[in-house]
C-alpha cells in the first residue's frame, strides 16, 4: 500500500501547487491531447490537478481519478461539485458513480477508480487513455515503477511537481544542514512502491526510462515560493521537515527539535520564508 495523506494538507498545498505548475509544459501536453480527452489521474487525492488542468483543457473532457483511499475520492467529488458552482457551473449525477461538470465548451465528466497505486499500470484502464497525469506522485515511487510505466504507456505521460532537494528555509538557521540531510534520508525510504523512492532523482529517473522507450521528455522548475507572511505552510513545513529529519536522525533529536521550535517562532513572527524545490516532467510518445 503506497503512502497516504491528510485532507487538511492536500487543502494547504492545493493554491501552492497551482502557483508552481508550468504553464508551458502544461500546455505541450494539452497541445498533444485530441478533441475530447480522456485523462487519468493517478494519486489524484481531492482532485487539485483536475481542478487546476480542466479549465485549462477547457473543452469536453473526461476524467478517471486513481486514488487508493475512498475517502479521498469522495471528498474530491463534493470539492470539484463546490468549486464548479462557485463559478457558476451547473453540476450533475447521471449515476452513483459518474459527476459532469457542465462548461460552456462542453461537459466534463469525473469518474473515480479505487486502487493502489503500487500494482500499477496493470491496474489501470490504460487502453481507453489519452494522457496519464499526476502531482506530487513520482518521488514517492520506485525506480521500478517508473520503468513499469514508461514500458506500459503510448500516450503522453504528465507528472508535476517533483521534488529536487533544493529546498531554502529563511532565514538561516545553525541546523538547516542537519534537517536538509534527514530530511533528504526520508524522502528515500520505500514509500510502499515495491522499493526504496526516487525521491530528488525522480525526474532524473524518468528521463532515462522514457527517452529510452523513444518518448520525446522536456521539464520545467515547479518551486513552491511560501512568502513571508504566509505562517500557517511555513509552520507545517518546519514541523514536516523536523519530523522527517527526526526519524532519521535520532541522536540529533535535540538539534532538529530546537531548529523546529525556531522556524515555528520565525513563522509566528511573520519573518519565515520557504522555497521548496519541484520540478514538472513531460513525456511525448514518438509519431503522435
Known sequence: MSEEFELDWLDLRE???AMARSEALAQALLARLPARPRMLDLGAGTGSLFRWLAPRIGRAQAWTLVDQNREMTEAAFDTIADRAETVGLKVTFPNKKTMLVHAPGGAWR?????????????NLPLANTDA???????????????????AALRVPFYAALNVTGRDRFQPPLP????????????QGRDKGFGGRALGAAAVAEMQRAFSARGFAVETAPSDWVVRRG??????????????????????????IEAWREQRLALAAQGRAAVRVGHRDFLALPAGR
Open 175 to 186: 541546523g538547516d544542514a542537519l534537517v536538509a540531510r534527514g530530511f533528504a534520508r526520508d
Open 110 to 122: 469525473v469518474e473515480a477508480i479505487i486502487a493502489d497505486l503500487a500494482d500499477a499500470p496493470r
Open 132 to 150: 496519464v497525469v499526476c502531482s506530487a506522485l513520482c518521488d514517492l515511487v520506485s525506480g521500478a515503477w517508473v520503468e513499469r510505466m514508461a
Open 230 to 255: 504566509e505562517t500557517h505552510m511555513s509552520s507545517e513545513l518546519a514541523m514536516g521537515h523536523a519530523a522527517a529529519a527526526l526519524s532519521q536522525e535520532r541522536r540529533e533529536a535535540w538539534r
Open 15 to 17: 493554491p501552492f501547487d
